[in-house]
């Protein structure tokens, strides 16, 4: 079944150290993927996108993400955290469906706490 | 308009009643999702419409949420019935094939 799986629930990292939240996606083929975050009382946000090329994609706020075909992994990155970061984040992905359809399939988060 | 926009922002409803919800998507989106988010979690699929094709239902709780589009315009979730369970965040998204621009949500509260 197509899937996105998001293995840490809770993160808690010190502000300044760098932080990289996990995210596999279970599909035959290469989908759309994204990450989203959402702090608390926001909307979803969008950070960053894959739709081809460069595997080393540049997001907003200084976050970056990986994929990694052989892994099936689209891993989010930040080198140095800042308290404003805490938040909750999604991974998410869009894989093509009959017809000219697209489905969107999320993972179940993970939640960033930050200490000073 | 510019957004996904939903209504009302918020609603208080007293548990058995109906409640509607609306969700105006950004014009010429073709795929409009529900979701449901309780407090501190992550996002429960409900409905997926995706331009004049059966919607995916797969996500509906019970038999007592039920939506709508028409086209692919304005989109009402409906829940009957409501129960307290019920109460969470309900988010609408919409798409045109690729990334899902968010509403601000519907905090529904059942009292």
């Known amino acids: 079944a197509q899937s996105v799986t998001q293995p840490d629930i809770h993160i808690t990292v010190s502000e300044g150290a760098s932080l990289e939240l996990r995210c596999n996606y279970s599909?035959?083929?290469?989908?759309?993927l994204f990450w989203y975050v959402q702090s608390p009382g926001q909307g979803l946000q969008l950070l960053l996108k894959?739709?081809?090329?460069d595997t080393l994609v540049q997001g907003i706020k200084g976050f970056e993400a990986e994929f990694k075909r052989s892994q099936s992994s689209f891993n989010l990155r930040k080198p140095s955290v800042h308290w404003s970061d805490a938040a909750e984040y999604f991974c998410?992905?869009?894989?093509?469906?009959?017809?000219?359809?697209?489905?969107?399939?999320w993972g179940l988060g993970t939640s960033l706490a930050v200490n000073p | 308009g510019a957004g996904v926009s939903q209504s009302p922002s918020n609603k208080v409803t007293e548990k058995g009643k109906d409640v509607e919800l609306r969700c105006d998507p950004i014009?010429?989106?073709?795929?409009l999702y529900w979701y449901r988010q309780r407090l501190g979690q992550g996002l429960e699929f409900l409905i997926y419409?995706?331009?004049?094709?059966?919607?995916?239902k797969s996500g509906l709780p019970s038999d007592r949420f039920s939506a709508e589009r028409t086209g692919e315009s304005v989109s009402t979730l409906t829940i009957q019935r409501t129960q307290q369970e019920d109460s969470a965040v309900y988010l609408c998204?919409?798409?045109?094939?690729?990334?899902?621009?968010f509403g601000q949500g519907t905090r529904l509260t059942v009292v």
């Open positions: 599909y035959g083929a290469t989908p759309y």
């Open positions: 419409f995706q331009g004049n094709s059966a919607p995916d």
């Open positions: 014009s010429g989106h073709t795929a």
């Open positions: 998410a992905v869009v894989i093509p469906q009959a017809g000219n359809n697209r489905k969107l399939i």
């Open positions: 894959y739709f081809s090329g």
């Open positions: 998204a919409s798409s045109h094939n690729t990334e899902a621009f």
